[in-house]
Nanobody, 129 residues
């Protein structure tokens, strides 16, 4: 499985951004994707998870108001929209997923946000005040 993020950049506080995670190498409709971020000097934290097989969506408590996750099977891409960006959102954002689509239906429920077997390269989001 290959995961490739895109969409990061330098934005002003209050703006919105949409990050993309392109998935290849497995059946997208049965796969699950978790979104994570790592701010400077901090550990990696889970943001959201979406299971494409059953539509199960989960958010970390801090992400419930300003983050939206979605998937587009036509393009095999999962998106993370971030609204009303704040300087504290500055981080490298990663998508991650299970070893294969076989674990897709269980990944968000049983493994996210603690682990992922495949990771994207990360995309930098920098929010200026």
């Amino acid at each position: 499985v290959q995961l490739v993020e895109s969409g990061g950049g330098l934005v002003q506080a209050g703006e919105s951004l949409r990050l993309s995670c392109s998935v290849s190498g497995d059946t997208f409709e049965d796969y699950a994707i978790g979104w994570f971020r790592q701010a400077p000097g901090k550990g990696r934290e889970g943001i959201s998870c979406i299971s494409n097989s059953d539509g199960d969506i989960r958010y970390a408590d801090f992400a419930k108001d300003r983050f939206t996750v979605s998937s587009d099977s036509a393009s095999s891409t999962t998106y993370l929209e971030i609204h009303n960006l704040k300087p504290e959102d500055t981080a490298v954002y990663y998508c991650g997923g299970p070893r294969s689509s076989y674990s897709g239906p269980y990944y968000c429920q049983m493994f996210w946000p603690h682990e992922a077997d495949h990771w994207g390269q990360g995309t930098q989001v920098t929010v200026s005040s």
